[in-house]
Every structure is written in C-alpha cells, then in structure tokens.
C-alpha cells in the first residue's frame, strides 16, 4: 500500500496533477508544509519546461551587500532562506523582502536581482525543477 501511494503519487507529479494524501499510519512522521501554490511570488502560473525532468537542489550564499546580479530562470524554483535577509528587485519598482524561514516560489521568466541586505551571510536553499531541455538560470552580461 506505501509503495502504490509512493508510485501514485510520483505519476502524478511527473504528469502535473496536484494530489494530496493523508496518510492514516500511526508511523508516518508528521508533515510540516513549508508552501503548497500553483503560482510563483509574482503571481505567475508555475509550468514546468518540456523535456526530461530533472531535479535540483542547491544552497545558495551570498555575504553582506553581495548580490546575484540580474538573472532569470527558466524553470520552477522553490526557495528558502535558511539564515539572513535577501532582498529581490524584480523591476519595475518590484521589490521584496525575504528573512529566516520566508519560503516562496521564485519569479522564472522575470529578470531579477537579489543583494543581502542583512548585515551577516544569507544562504538559501534553492529547488529547481527544470528539464534538460533548459538552463535553471540564465545570467546577464
């Protein structure tokens, strides 16, 4: 039964389709949802790019006043900031602020600029979920 809800549950997030399980075992640990949305922090719709599906995960670090330079993403990327203060220009007079434990889904197909505003290192912790058909990110010149 574990393993049919496992298999279901990949098949359906490989194919796009949001489905949620309560699992009635006493032995499951409990579940702390951190973010469950369909839509980036700028309000897009998330579509994931075509291609083979791949996964990845990273920490991002960035010291005080440093910032990632202007940039964009070409797939689905969750973030959290484990420690420290990041604040994301995306345009446009667009800007917010994300401190320990802000948990979003980044804007992708949207140049944007994130810079440590905080007076220690930021590290986040970044999920793509992009394809070999794409790059995660795409840096300016």
């Given at each position: 039964m574990k393993f049919a809800r496992v298999l279901?549950?990949?098949l359906c997030f490989g194919s796009g389709?949001?489905?949620s399980f309560v699992l009635a075992q006493s032995s499951y640990p409990p579940l702390e949802v951190l973010l469950s949305s369909g839509k980036s922090i700028l309000g897009q719709d998330i579509v994931y790019p075509a291609g083979k599906p791949n996964i990845t995960a990273a920490v991002v670090t960035l010291q005080p006043k440093d910032s990632t330079g202007w940039h964009l993403h070409?797939?689905?990327l969750f973030a959290?900031?484990?420690e420290g203060e990041l604040t994301v220009d995306?345009?446009?007079g667009v800007t917010k602020q994300y401190v320990k434990d802000d948990a979003f889904l980044e804007a992708f197909q949207t140049r944007h600029n994130g810079t440590n505003t905080g007076t220690t290192p930021v590290r986040i912790?970044?999920?793509f979920a992009g394809s070999d058909a794409v790059k995660n990110t795409v840096?300016?010149?």
């Amino acid at each position: 039964m574990k393993f049919a809800r496992v298999l279901l549950g990949a098949l359906c997030f490989g194919s796009g389709i949001a489905v949620s399980f309560v699992l009635a075992q006493s032995s499951y640990p409990p579940l702390e949802v951190l973010l469950s949305s369909g839509k980036s922090i700028l309000g897009q719709d998330i579509v994931y790019p075509a291609g083979k599906p791949n996964i990845t995960a990273a920490v991002v670090t960035l010291q005080p006043k440093d910032s990632t330079g202007w940039h964009l993403h070409q797939a689905p990327l969750f973030a959290m900031i484990l420690e420290g203060e990041l604040t994301v220009d995306y345009g446009n007079g667009v800007t917010k602020q994300y401190v320990k434990d802000d948990a979003f889904l980044e804007a992708f197909q949207t140049r944007h600029n994130g810079t440590n505003t905080g007076t220690t290192p930021v590290r986040i912790l970044v999920v793509f979920a992009g394809s070999d058909a794409v790059k995660n990110t795409v840096k300016e010149d």
